[in-house]
């Protein structure tokens, strides 16, 4: 089972370009989120949709853009990228982000760097 | 004050010793609670869910105390393969909140 699936795994992008992640799920998941990783910390949300057709801000979604293409794919785009978002971006589902007690799915992560 | 909070330690135990996580948040209002493992650099992965009542999957218990906010993992006999970080997750209003992680290492 594939579960949630992003790509690209790994990046590395010049200060000021644009690039956009992919993630799809299979699950037929309504709820599906992007979060960043930095080292020693937990994640940040940046951006979910709780179903297709819906996003919202999380806790730092400045230099980001979303879009819920369907409802098995969620893209997460950096418009005009910096040194302060390189990181490790996760993407998860969850069957219901409304109703709780469904946990989240992870992808197995990009790995960005900005120079 | 953050939402989620975790001693990130690391607690370095002995294979075959029992390790006790505990983590606080922050919203009394909140519904559900997990706790997750993520290896280095790999992804958070489900562990299990917290019940009300405590539960138990293994040698892993899990208990939730709603009058005082926290959450808490019992690992028991522990093994070198459980050398991670745990993270807490609780979730309100439509968002998975995530504390820091608390890691583990289990020597030989």
């Known amino acids: 089972n594939a579960g949630v699936t992003q790509t690209p795994k790994f990046q590395v992008l010049k200060t000021g370009q644009s690039m956009t992640l992919q993630c799809a799920q299979d699950m037929n998941h309504n709820s599906m989120y992007w979060y960043r990783q930095d080292p020693g910390m937990g994640l940040r949300l940046i951006y979910y949709?709780?179903?297709?057709?819906?996003?919202d801000k999380g806790e730092v979604p400045n230099g980001y853009n979303v879009s819920r293409l369907n409802k098995r794919e969620f893209s997460l785009r950096l418009e005009s990228a910096a040194p302060s978002q390189t990181s490790v971006y996760f993407c998860a589902s969850s069957e219901d982000g409304r109703y709780s007690n469904q946990p989240q799915h992870f992808g197995d992560g990009t790995r960005l760097s900005i120079l | 004050r953050k939402e989620v909070e975790q001693d990130p330690g690391p607690f370095n135990v002995p294979e075959g010793a029992t390790v006790a996580f505990n983590c606080t948040y922050s919203n009394s209002a909140s519904q559900s609670f997990f706790w997750y493992r993520q290896d280095c650099r790999k992804e958070p992965k489900l562990l299990m869910s917290v019940y009300s009542s405590g539960n138990e999957d293994g040698r892993f218990t899990a208990q939730l105390n709603r009058a005082s906010q926290y959450i808490s993992l019992l690992i028991r006999d522990s093994k070198l393969s459980d050398s991670a970080t745990y993270l807490c997750v609780v979730y309100n209003f439509n968002k998975f909140y995530f504390g820091s992680g608390t890691k583990l290492n289990v020597k030989p």
């Open positions: 949709s709780a179903s297709e057709g819906t996003t």
